[in-house]
């Protein structure tokens, strides 16, 4: 996502109220669940998704999302590919183009999921971190850890650069995030995870692919 200083805010806050109760994860079972007022809180299993499986990815309910929510001109589509990392069979697909729009000011595309429509929140404090699969083209993008306690949408974030054709694995610690500059500072505590997106990173981008597979939790 590139958005000016003034812009910023904004900008991340209509992609993040289009995510909020829009998307889920399916493959996240937990092991203890706690309720506070209409929100669940769940101890999660290790796994998140590995896009194994019949599942679809209405199923899976990840959403492509764009800059086309505030007029821009940025492209996005995701499926699930028959090419999963680590021997795995398969693994899901986000590509297109990065497109200065009519707000020169907002480019960005990408994909996300939310935890059972934004009905759910993950306490992770059990895990050191997450860790998943990518392989890319040369450029750079950024996984976003939405927090309920982040009400201004400047989540904590991770930058990488994935090899071109080539999958590696990313092990990225909870304190390894950090959280976007110019919202309210909020300290990470992960009892309140809401889900995971992944989005490129400035532009424009003529043509972008991101790959990404067997999205964990560890220890």
Same mark, same amino acid.
């Given at each position: 996502m590139f958005c000016s200083v003034k812009r910023l805010i904004s900008c991340a806050a209509v992609v993040a109220l289009m995510l909020l109760g829009v998307f889920s994860v399916v493959q996240g079972?937990?092991?203890?669940?706690?309720?506070?007022?209409?929100? &669940?809180?769940?101890?999660? &299993?290790?796994?998140?998704?590995?896009?194994? $499986?019949?599942?679809?990815? $209405?199923?899976?309910?990840w959403m492509a999302v764009t800059d086309s929510v505030m007029q821009g001109k940025s492209k996005a589509a995701i499926s699930i590919?028959?090419? $999963?990392?680590?021997?795995?069979?398969?693994?899901? &697909?986000?590509? $297109?183009?990065?497109?200065?729009?009519?707000?020169p000011y907002v480019m960005f595309a990408g994909a996300g999921s939310r935890f059972e429509g934004g009905k759910t929140i993950y306490d992770v404090t059990s895990y050191t971190g997450i860790k998943f #699969?990518?392989?890319?083209?040369?450029?750079?993008?950024?996984?976003?850890?939405?927090?309920?306690?982040?009400t201004d949408f400047m989540f904590h974030s991770f930058s990488f650069t994935p090899?071109?054709?080539? #999958? &590696?694995?990313?092990?990225?610690?909870?304190n390894g995030f950090k959280q976007m500059p110019y919202g309210k500072k909020v300290q990470w505590t992960g009892t309140d995870l809401q889900g995971v997106q992944f989005f490129t990173v400035g532009g424009p981008i003529e043509k972008f692919l991101l790959q990404v597979d067997e999205i964990e939790f560890y220890k």
């Open positions: 079972d937990s092991t203890s669940t706690k309720t506070t007022a209409a929100v &669940k809180t769940v101890v999660p &299993k290790v796994k998140i998704v590995d896009f194994e $499986g019949k599942s679809t990815l $209405g199923q899976l309910s590919v028959p090419e $999963g990392a680590a021997g795995t069979k398969q693994s899901l &697909k986000i590509a $297109g183009s990065v497109i200065i729009g009519s707000n #699969w990518a392989k890319g083209d040369g450029n750079t993008y950024r996984i976003d850890l939405p927090a309920a306690a982040v090899p071109t054709g080539e #999958w &590696k694995e990313y092990k990225i610690p909870f």
